[in-house]
């Protein structure tokens, strides 16, 4: 091949890898880590960055730019070894979490990688050893780092595009990761099966050179296409990656602005509807002592109405203080961990409004899934609890909560009185339950159990 062939074929190929470390890095160094795939990405930098320098070198040894071809082959050799280890090292780094064989697997790469460095460096020392030997290292380091490293590298890349699923990301980063699964396959066979002549099998039979005769053009070609194609995906990943991120900043300055406006909110009620709401009251009752005085009056036909009137201004007056006292929360999606603790907080805000015992059972979550739209799932609690107050005499209510790998469920039941629903016979709170539970893509149902005296309201949402 000519210089200038040499030239158009290796340095887009070491720009298509070296771009891919540069994005790797910044994506590590700008990114938060809750994604598992980010602890990583040093690895795959290392890669990058070293592979596509080693592409570079390349076009140095070709053009007999060193004094010593020997010399250049082995830095070539030795920048190969280290860009295969990082690169075995990062698809093994994505599997670790899938047991202790996975563990055993990275010791064993650690240890495969020392001994490469080791052979290479020695054999700069070692008497009579030539080209040709460097080649036969180049081609057994393909064949034991290179082309494992690629396949393990496609594994960890699909278990990482699974793995992202249960995170708050669009689905374009999935694409975008299971793109790159495919060219790191390709990428493994073209560069750790078809390797430099050696006078071995199978390199002597399935080289570079035999690849150009039955293809007509050199295997870098592929090489340098997957590398190309795995950049611009990684491109597409930090991208949507830092769209992701903007848009939760947004979500956090939207949270602030609203914490701000519910504050104001809250001073204007207290110092004007709810003393407003208080000295109703007051006068409700002077009203109802100056009418026993009246002769011939008798408060008691009255008694009933006016009672409820005290309540209904004194549970408005509750509401509002509760009104003031709630957190503001994020809207959109919430851990299931912090979903817990919500739902405990929420139970025992219900338990002191209403003056009846709730327990709280929950499981542990066996997914990491975002549960969309908190606020609805609680709102649904409150609803269901209130209902259970309204219809039955001290009621003791349990409410359970569990996450299992297809869903989530929600449910309160209470053991003060059965009560099956109709749909005809759906009043407003139980038609705003079962549209909460329509825009959280899931179902209510609403069962009174004859025999144990009891109904169950169940809010399941798949995930």
Excluded at 17 to 27: H, Q, Y
Excluded at 382 to 396: G, I
């Amino acid at each position: 091949m000519s210089p200038t062939g040499t030239i158009a074929l290796y340095l887009p190929y070491g720009l298509a890898f070296f771009v891919l470390g540069v994005i790797a890095l910044v994506i590590r160094r700008t990114r938060p880590s809750s994604i598992p795939l980010l602890a990583e990405l040093p690895w795959l930098a290392g890669f990058g960055l070293v592979h596509g320098v080693a592409e570079w070198h390349t076009i140095f040894v070709r053009i007999d730019a060193f004094s010593s071809a020997f010399l250049g082959y082995w830095i070539l050799l030795v920048l190969n070894v280290l860009s295969f280890w990082f690169l075995t090292r990062f698809g093994t780094g994505l599997l670790v979490g899938y047991g202790k064989a996975t563990q055993r697997l990275m010791q064993w790469v650690t240890g495969l990688g020392a001994l490469w460095l080791v052979a290479v460096l020695a054999s700069a020392v070692l008497p009579g050893f030539s080209t040709h030997h460097l080649h036969a290292l180049d081609a057994f380091c393909r064949y034991s780092l290179g082309f494992p490293g690629s396949l393990a590298t496609a594994a960890g890349l699909f278990s990482a595009a699974e793995a992202v699923k249960a995170f708050e990301v669009p689905r374009r980063i999935v694409r975008a990761l299971l793109v790159m699964v495919g060219c790191f396959l390709v990428y493994g066979v073209s560069t750790g099966l078809v390797v430099p002549e050696a006078s071995f099998v199978p390199a002597s039979i399935f080289n570079t050179t035999a690849f150009r005769e039955l293809t007509g053009f050199p295997v870098q070609v592929i090489r340098a296409l997957s590398a190309g194609i795995a950049a611009v995906a990684f491109f597409i990943v930090s991208d949507d990656i830092r769209h992701s991120r903007e848009q939760r900043l947004v979500r956090l300055r939207e949270l602030a602005l609203r914490t701000q406006e519910r504050e104001r909110l809250g001073h204007d009620l207290h110092d004007r509807v709810i003393q407003r709401l208080f000295a109703a009251g007051l006068q409700l009752e002077g009203v109802t002592d100056q009418l026993s005085d009246l002769h011939g009056y008798s408060p008691k036909q009255h008694e009933q109405g006016l009672v409820q009137v005290r309540q209904l201004i004194n549970e408005a007056i509750q509401t509002m203080r509760n009104f003031i006292a709630a957190p503001v929360q994020d809207p959109h999606a919430v851990v299931p961990s912090e979903f817990l603790v919500l739902l405990a907080d929420h139970c025992e805000r219900l338990r002191g409004r209403f003056g009846v015992s709730i327990v709280l059972q929950t499981a542990a979550a066996e997914r990491t899934t975002m549960i969309e739209m908190p606020n609805e799932w609680f709102s649904v609690l409150e609803e269901a609890v209130t209902n259970a107050v309204r219809h039955a005499r001290k009621p003791h209510i349990q409410v359970s909560f569990r996450m299992s790998k297809a869903d989530a469920l929600l449910a309160v039941t209470n053991d003060g009185k059965a009560i099956d629903v109709e749909p005809a016979q759906f009043g407003t709170g139980i038609s705003s339950m079962k549209e909460r539970a329509r825009r959280l893509g899931g179902e209510l149902t609403i069962r009174g159990l004859q025999h144990s005296n009891s109904t169950v309201v169940k809010l399941v949402v798949p995930l």
